[in-house]
């Protein structure tokens, strides 16, 4: 059985820099074929895809947002780590990630529940 | 950004109903097009990639057709449990992009 679980703080301060951690479980961030992304969702909002990072260490980022994103793997710990920079209220959602299949063309197949940010003073 | 256009934004129906949800993009994205089913307070849940392909364990009554720029998720016979918002997302090329949603709402 796969999953993905979110975690980090549920609140920050503007400017601070946002830490998540995505954990698997089923498969690992090293197969082949194994892509996982950020997708994060303000409250009442449309989704909005942030970064993906591949087996091979292949990362893309939204960019509109690039300058403030930093996405890595430990594959010691089967994690995927999203950093986003300078903080805003803006940037107060729920923060999603996902597994990507690559090879099986198939679009984002797992997710985790979510974790929700909110970005105040 | 290629943008990801969906009609309606909001959609009222009966239980029984056959509805229709349109995406359009800006620009080609092929058959790069998978439809999600969200419910209040839960992930997304992908329903049908590269346009046209059931996910496995999703029910046959959903449907997905379109290539290039124009796409349209159906469901045959809406059911209580389709009650949600759905979403379409193109990942033809980076940076992947979603449509606003379209909320089903019963009538």
């Known amino acids: 059985q796969i999953t993905l679980k979110e975690s980090g703080p549920t609140l920050v301060k503007p400017t601070q820099t946002l830490t998540l951690t995505c954990t698997l479980s089923g498969l690992s961030v090293s197969t082949r074929g194994v892509g996982v992304g950020w997708i994060r969702q303000p409250p009442g909002k449309a989704l909005e895809w942030l970064a993906v990072?591949?087996?091979?260490?292949?990362?893309r980022y939204s960019p509109s947002l690039k300058s403030r994103l930093t996405i890595t793997k430990d594959t010691s710990k089967n994690q995927v780590v999203l950093t986003m920079t300078n903080m805003d209220p803006v940037d107060t959602a729920t923060y999603y990630c996902a597994h990507r299949a690559y090879y099986d063309r198939s679009g984002l197949d797992y997710w985790g529940q979510g974790t929700l940010v909110t970005v105040s003073s | 950004d290629i943008q990801m256009t969906q009609s309606p934004s909001t959609l009222s129906a009966f239980v029984g109903d056959r509805v229709t949800i349109t995406c359009r993009a800006s620009q080609s994205v092929s058959n790069w097009l998978a439809w999600y089913q969200q419910k209040p307070g839960k992930a997304p849940k992908l329903l049908i990639s590269l346009a046209s392909n059931l996910e496995s364990g999703v029910p046959s009554r959903f449907s997905g057709s379109g290539s290039g720029t124009e796409f349209t998720l159906t469901i045959s016979s809406l059911q209580p449990d389709d009650f949600a918002t759905y979403y379409c997302q193109q990942y033809n090329v980076y940076p992947w992009t979603f449509g606003q949603g379209t909320k089903v709402e019963a009538k």
């Open positions: 990072i591949y087996w091979d260490d292949d990362k």
